[in-house]
């Protein structure tokens, strides 16, 4: 079992830039896929962002394509989530989750483990 931690969370203007790390300890990390998600105030958990086993193997949810870059370095045992051009639409808690399969997916039902959030303000 894999335990996760996300964090890099802040205060940031619109258009700025944030980079979130999900570091995790025990398991076999490099079998593990990541993925991110974010809630906002009153609404629904949402999946933003996932990497496989393989870096080629991610997925962006539409809203964040072309801003959000997602990465990992196994021998840190942590995955990133690189945050650039931030909207207030961004705004929510961000969670990691893992799941002991190659392939990711955005949605939640796919992660068996949850980290603890970080929150991401974005002021306009």
């Known amino acids: 079992e894999v335990q996760l931690q996300a964090s890099g969370g802040g205060l940031v203007q619109e258009g700025g830039s944030l980079r979130l790390s999900c570091a995790a300890s025990?398991?076999?990390?490099?079998?593990?896929?990541i993925g991110w998600f974010r809630q906002a105030p009153g609404k629904e958990r949402e999946g933003v962002s996932c990497i496989g086993v393989t870096e080629g193997g991610s997925q962006y949810v539409d809203s964040v394509k072309g801003r959000f870059t997602v990465s990992r370095d196994n021998a840190k045992k942590t995955v990133y989530l690189q945050m650039n051009n931030l909207k207030p639409a961004d705004t929510g808690v961000y969670f990691c989750?893992?799941?002991?399969?190659?392939?990711?997916?955005?949605?939640?039902?796919?992660?068996?483990?949850w980290g603890q959030g970080t929150l991401v303000t974005v002021s306009s």
């Open positions: 025990g398991g076999t990390f490099d079998e593990y896929s």
């Open positions: 989750a893992s799941v002991l399969f190659p392939r990711c997916h955005i949605g939640r039902s796919w992660y068996d483990y």
